[in-house]
């Protein structure tokens, strides 16, 4: 089956600081998302990015789908992006079911 | 504004009891989905749905099952609930656009404790 992982595990960073969060997964998909779990547990969706470069403000996405990998970038970093990033992946058949990394888990010191 | 909104954000039941999640989205999507999240052991699907009435096992369906009966609500029954299924529990949408390939959105969680 597909596999994902993730890395770091965990980061501790300084306010102010950048970062960057890899994906690696195992065969071809069709669909890669990353989210960022809050401490309330919602999981947020950050982007949809199953290959290409996508940017949201501070945020960042790159896939390179036939490397088979992910970065997520987070620049200036902020108490608020503290939390777990998790990357998912999925096959067209599927039926679109979300293959889950274990998610890196970001801590941002003011 | 997407929304997938679930039942109850925390909830505590005795072992035994019937159990019941629901799962409303508002989007007209036709996939949905429901996961579990535990320490250590990340996100797990349990079933999905692509259709009314339709419903696939995910990854770890023994002990629970499934109802969709209308296209926006998605319910997760745990027939008999035990202290291992103490968990927090997700629930998730998506169109077919794309192939369904589609942004999979995800509801609050509801905390469940079996006591």
């Known amino acids: 089956g597909i596999q994902v992982e993730q890395s770091p595990p965990d980061l501790i960073l300084q306010e102010g600081a950048n970062s960057t969060l890899r994906c690696n997964f195992s065969?071809?998909?069709?669909?890669l998302q990353w989210f960022h779990q809050n401490p309330w547990g919602q999981l947020i969706n950050l982007f949809y990015?199953?290959?290409g470069t996508k940017q949201n403000g501070r945020l960042s996405a790159t896939t390179v789908a036939t490397e088979r990998y992910s970065l997520l970038y987070i620049s200036s970093s902020q108490t608020t992006d503290s939390g777990v990033y998790f990357c998912?992946?999925?096959?067209?058949?599927?039926?679109?079911?979300?293959?889950f990394g274990q998610g890196t888990e970001l801590s941002v010191k003011p | 504004d997407v929304k997938v909104t679930q039942s109850s954000r925390y909830l505590v039941k005795r072992t035994g009891e019937k159990v019941f999640l629901e799962c409303v989205q508002d989007?007209?999507?036709?996939?949905m989905f429901w996961y579990r999240q535990d320490p250590g052991l990340g996100l797990r699907l349990i079933y999905f749905?692509?259709?009314?009435?339709?419903?696939e096992k995910g990854d770890i369906p023994e002990g629970y099952s499934v109802s969709r009966e209308k296209k926006e609500r998605f319910s997760l029954i745990l027939e008999s609930a035990s202290t291992n299924q103490t968990s927090m529990y997700l629930c998730?949408?998506?169109?077919?656009?794309?192939?369904?390939?589609?942004?999979?959105?995800f509801g609050p969680g509801t905390r469940l404790t079996v006591l």
């Open positions: 998730a949408s998506s169109s077919v656009r794309r192939g369904g390939r589609d942004t999979q959105y």
């Open positions: 065969d071809s998909v069709n669909n």
């Open positions: 990015i199953p290959s």
């Open positions: 998912a992946v999925a096959y067209y058949n599927q039926g679109g079911k979300l293959i």
């Open positions: 989007m007209d999507h036709e996939n």
């Open positions: 749905s692509y259709d009314v009435k339709m419903k």
